[in-house]
T-cell receptor, first 115, second 109 residues
Framework: SQTIHQWPATLVQPVGSPLSLECTVE??????LYWYRQAAGRGLQLLFY??????ISSEVPQNLSASRPQDRQFILSSKKLLLSDSGFYLCAWSLGLAGGTDTQYFGPGTRLTVL | DAKTTQPNSMESNEEEPVHLPCNHS???????IHWYRQLPSQGPEYVIHGLTSNVNNRMASLAIAEDRKSSTLILHRATLRDAAVYYCIRDQGAQKLVFGQGTRLTINP
């Protein structure tokens, strides 16, 4: 069966510090991968998605970036965190089915607090 | 525009059925309707999806209106563990989901 891992579970970082969040998927090949952010009390905002190694699409301009160095690894990074980067970061994967039947499976999330 | 409209919150009692409505009046003929739910402090989880006809699975039922401009997620017998934010999403086949604010469901014991 497929499993998705995210770490760390919680993170407290000072403003201006770098960020690296990692997501890995087990039990499937060539998944679509997604990064979402959820600010406190808000809905989910899609940040990046990837349909293959090295292929990243950005949905919202910001000071974050994403990379996919391996098939089942997705990394979210920032060179300098802002206060507004605080939130609950969720990674998800899907099979990439066309036609509107694709289902996304979410990881446990990383709760980031920028002070 | 992948917008759907849901009530901000609903409340129900344990062991009673719950009907969560969703309006998607601008839906096109090929857009699927997906429902996800998010329990407190967790990532969303898939509940059900459908296109035209009603759908059932172990978690819930999805009733889609004949004109497809609205749908209803049905929890047949709510438990306290069903308290969550429920999201109704139009999937336009772009392999991306646009989450709205959802409906916060409270279950009373």
């Amino acid at each position: 069966s497929q499993t998705i891992h995210q770490w760390p579970a919680t993170l407290v970082q000072p403003v201006g510090s770098p960020l690296s969040l990692e997501c890995t998927v087990e039990g499937t090949s060539n998944p679509n991968l997604y990064w979402y952010r959820q600010a406190a009390g808000r809905g989910l905002q899609l940040l990046f998605y990837s349909v293959g190694i090295g292929q990243i699409s950005s949905e919202v301009p910001q000071n974050l970036s994403a990379s996919r160095p391996q098939d089942r690894q997705f990394i979210l990074s920032s060179k300098k965190l802002l206060l507004s980067d605080s939130g609950f970061y969720l990674c998800a994967w899907s099979l990439g089915l066309a036609g509107g039947t694709d289902t996304q499976y979410f990881g446990p999330g990383t709760r980031l607090t920028v002070l | 525009d992948a917008k759907t409209t849901q009530p901000n919150s609903m409340e129900s009692n344990e062991e009673e059925p719950v009907h969560l409505p969703c309006n998607h009046s601008t839906i096109s003929g090929t857009d699927y309707i997906h429902w996800y739910r998010q329990l407190p402090s967790q990532g969303p989880e898939y509940v059900i999806h459908g296109l035209t006809s009603n759908v059932n699975n172990r978690m819930a039922s999805l009733a889609i209106a004949e004109d497809r401009k609205s749908s209803t997620l049905i929890l047949h017998r709510a438990t306290l563990r069903d308290a969550a934010v429920y999201y109704c999403i139009r999937d336009q086949g772009a392999q991306k989901l646009v989450f709205g604010q959802g409906t916060r469901l409270t279950i009373n014991p």
